[in-house]
């Protein structure tokens, strides 16, 4: 009788361990994960980039687009996601609107002040990002650029000095042989250079990149 009796408490044991087991989640940028091998872009904000940095109270800069990444791993590691998918995005992503063990994720990156409202897209999360503005957190400690600006002059800037033809974006092939583009807000693209003897070539859009087959960088865990 014992046996049998601690058998089945082995098996509820068990059984709530593979309950509460984390999911297979990787950070790719402020606002983008994989989940089981599915890749979601946050619906309804929009996160610094990962090279992006942000006015302080003091005047001084601070690594808010490695603040945000951050906080997304902190709420998306080790827990239980699920996502709820609204549409996919013209680069094949599911826009998503995800749970880490009950918490709101894309509201969350909205209130620590390390996400925008995606006004253009979405009014879902206005009211909490008033809220994290009237109480000075993250960005909102300062004037700062927000993240549709920021890709906006980088994109301009990198016009100018692209070959001929005007395309900007750099499609690099790394030492494991990974087809990866670096669009101009990427933080490595000023050191990331272009031979078109190895097969690199430069690209007019992030779209035209993934339909020949190159992904973007992965800056998270």
């Known amino acids: 009788m014992f046996s049998r009796i601690l058998a089945i408490a082995l098996l509820l044991l068990l059984t709530a361990v593979g309950a509460s087991a984390a999911s297979n989640v990787r950070v790719i940028d402020g606002d983008t994960i994989d989940l089981d091998g599915v890749r979601y872009r946050l619906h309804g904000i929009d996160a610094p980039e990962a090279g992006q940095s942000c006015k302080a109270a003091d005047g001084s800069e601070w690594a808010c687009g490695q603040a945000a990444l951050g906080k997304l791993e902190r709420l998306v590691r080790g827990r239980e996601v699920t996502c709820t998918p609204h549409e996919k995005d013209m680069y ?88 990866i583009y670096h669009a101009p807000w990427s933080k490595d693209y000023a050191k990331t250079k272009v031979d078109t003897h190895k097969g690199e070539r430069w690209f007019c859009s992030e779209g035209e990149a993934i339909a020949a087959g190159w992904r973007p960088p992965q800056w998270g865990k």
């Open 92 to 179: 094949g992503r599911w826009v998503a609107s995800c749970v880490a063990d009950g918490t709101d994720v894309n509201g969350e990156m909205i209130a620590s002040g390390l996400a925008w409202a995606f006004r253009k897209y979405s009014l879902d999360y206005v009211k909490a990002e008033e809220t994290a503005h009237a109480g000075h957190v993250g960005v909102w400690q300062a004037d700062t650029q927000t993240p549709w600006d920021f890709r906006s002059h980088k994109w301009d800037n990198a016009v100018s000095a692209a070959p001929a033809g005007g395309c900007p974006i750099k499609g690099n092939i790394n030492s494991k042989q990974e087809k």
